[in-house]
């Protein structure tokens, strides 16, 4: 069976810190992988999604970025974290349907 | 584009009592429809999804959702709801060639005793 693993599962960074956030899946090969971020009361942005390595499609315009260096790794960075980069982090692969399926998420705090 | 809209923010519902969430879509074609949920600090969790055929979706946990192509709604159900059923649910819509999911905003079910 797949699953999906993010880590860390917690964070507190300063402002103008790096931050490096990484999802594996494991059990399914070349799946799509998308980043998400939820912030307190709101819903889901999806701000990256991969089809394949080296693929990344990015959705808004922000402070991140992603990368996609192997075909079941899939990372989210930033050279300098703003307050705004706070929230809830989900990581999520994709079956050959389209439904998603979400690993445990990172919670970010920007201090 | 596809979109959702779930028209309500939060919903309190008694144990035992039955429980209706509302999804309405927007989208030219019929779509892929999916429901989530999720508890505080977890990730979402597929409750349920529907793709073609039977309108009636059978999910886990109980749950099951109805397609009306008519009225571009897909409503969760539950029966009788249980405490542990007090989390956040999420109706998300795909395009048929198009593997992004749109959420909507997103119910919080309270129950209560």
């Known amino acids: 069976s797949q699953t999906i693993h993010q880590w860390p599962a917690t964070l507190v960074q300063p402002v103008g810190s790096p931050l490096s956030l990484e999802c594996t899946v494991e059990?399914?090969?070349?799946?799509?992988l998308y980043w998400y971020r939820q912030a307190a009361g709101r819903g889901l942005q999806l701000l990256f999604y991969s089809v394949g390595i080296g693929q990344i499609s990015s959705e808004v315009p922000q402070n991140l970025s992603a990368s996609r260096p192997q075909d079941r790794q899939f990372i989210l960075s930033s050279k300098k974290l703003l307050l705004s980069d706070s929230g809830f982090y989900l990581c999520?692969?994709?079956?050959?349907?389209?439904?998603?399926?979400f690993g445990p998420g990172t919670r970010l705090t920007v201090l | 584009a596809q979109s959702v809209t779930q028209p309500d923010i939060h919903i309190t519902v008694s144990e035992g009592a039955s429980l209706e969430l509302r999804c309405n879509y927007s989208y030219g074609a019929t779509p892929y429809l999916f429901w989530y949920v999720q508890s505080p600090g977890q990730g979402l969790q597929l409750l349920l999804k529907?793709?073609?055929?039977?309108?009636l979706v059978q999910g886990i946990k109980g749950f099951e959702a109805e397609f009306k192509r008519s009225q571009s709604s897909f409503n969760l159900r539950k029966p009788s709801v249980h405490w542990s059923d007090a989390a956040e649910y999420f109706c998300?819509?795909?395009?048929?060639?198009?593997?992004?999911?749109?959420f909507g905003a997103g119910t919080t079910v309270t129950v209560r005793a």
């Open positions: 999520a692969w994709s079956g050959r349907r389209g439904e998603q399926f």
């Open positions: 529907y793709f073609s055929g039977d309108t």
């Open positions: 998300a819509v795909a395009a048929l060639d198009d593997y992004k999911l749109s």
């Open positions: 059990g399914t090969s070349n799946p799509n």
